[in-house]
């Protein structure tokens, strides 16, 4: 069987890092959508083509333990082929049942540049390959299996990229003991968001350590700073729910500074990010791991054009961007 499955990329709105200390966090989906290709096999090879992965300039590293690592344009980044391997494998555990594939996998957004491609790569490869073998997983099953991969991979993960790209939306997201729970949140319709990247010098997991080694240095410092995170986020959602832009704006711009204190920005992003408030922005903040990467404003849709003219001017590259769109899908299938 043939199965063609999507799933889109993320923004955070508010709460990364905290996220990993198990802190609440508001994240939307994007229109930019990774696409997995899965075919079975008669025998038990698994074959993994990378078509179009936005990222020029390819070197690839192998490293003992395995890891397989791109050094591309955005900077250094974990290959998507090693969360589709994990992704397969876990799947397959999890089934009790395994079968060679052909898999290819598109992208319509950069790969590694802090919009969650990862995962969104995790949960289309878990979509693709599980009906392909001829099962119809849950979604709730399908965001587990992804974040179980992004874990595996990277060592740590909160459950907030793969779920986000799984279920799709706008959602606020909480965590219990080893689980997640999601709430999808109606924002109002006149809520616009620029999304800007510069080049990525760190990968996520870089970044989660470095926090967590900040963490080791001067634990009741920034514990009180990730417990700030964690009582903005929940004021973020008030915000959000009355239609407050201004007040959800202030909320970002408070959010950056805390991870600016947390050590994950960078000059080439707080200059992004004060750029845009000068040019009018509601407010604005660095977007998912930093260290790089992605920056998101929230913005008037007057001002959409202003804004990417100045992230552009410092050379930032501004990505028209839609948010709250569909999770994951299955695009095609055919025996
Ligand atoms: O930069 P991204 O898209 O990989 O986002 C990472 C978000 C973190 O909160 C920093 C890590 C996590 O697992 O939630």
Redesign the pocket.
């Known amino acids: 069987m043939k199965v063609l499955a999507s799933a889109p990329g ?1 923004v ?1 709105l508010y709460g ?2 905290a ?2 200390y198990k802190k609440p966090a508001i994240v939307a989906s994007i229109d930019k959508r990774i696409y997995v290709s899965c075919k079975t096999r008669d025998d038990n090879s698994v074959t993994i083509r990378a078509l179009n992965l936005q990222v020029p300039g390819v070197i690839l590293t192998y490293s003992q333990d395995g890891e397989i690592i791109f050094e591309t344009d955005y900077g250094r980044v974990l290959s998507a082929v090693s969360y589709i391997k994990e992704a397969i494998s876990l799947t397959s555990q999890f089934l009790g049942s395994f079968k060679g594939a052909d898999l290819t996998i598109e992208s319509s957004m950069p790969v590694g540049a ?3 491609t ?1 995962a969104a790569v995790s949960v289309a490869t878990v979509a693709a390959y599980s009906k392909a073998v001829g099962y119809e997983l849950e979604l709730k099953d399908i965001a587990r299996l992804a974040w179980s991969t ?1 874990k595996n991979v990277q060592g ?3 459950p ?2 793969t779920s986000i790209s799984t279920f799709g939306g706008i959602v606020y997201l909480t965590q219990e003991n080893d689980d997640f729970n999601i709430e999808h949140l109606d924002i109002p319709s006149d809520m616009n968001v620029v999304v800007g990247y510069v080049k990525r010098q760190f990968k ?1 997991k870089d ?2 350590e470095l926090v967590k080694r900040y963490r080791e240095k001067y634990p009741d410092l920034i514990d009180s700073v990730i417990d700030t995170i964690g009582n903005l986020v929940v004021e973020a959602k008030k915000a959000l729910l009355k239609g407050d832009l201004k007040y959800a704006g202030e909320l970002m711009n408070i959010n950056h500074g805390l991870l600016d204190a947390l050590g994950v920005s960078t000059k080439e992003l707080n200059d992004l990010v004060y750029i845009v408030r000068a040019f009018g922005a509601y407010g604005s903040k660095l977007s ?2 930093g260290g790089g ?1 992605s920056m998101i404003a929230l913005v008037d849709k007057e001002k959409v054009s202003d804004i990417k003219t100045a992230i552009s001017i410092l050379n930032g590259t501004p990505l028209p961007t839609k948010i709250g769109c569909e999770g994951v899908r299955i695009e095609k299938a055919e025996e």
Do not use: F
Request: aromatic share 0%; charged share 20%; hydrophobic share 40%.
């Open positions: 993320k955070t990364e890092h996220v990993v802090g919009l969650g990862s992004e740590i993960a909160s907030m990229d996520t970044m989660v998912g791991a990467g």
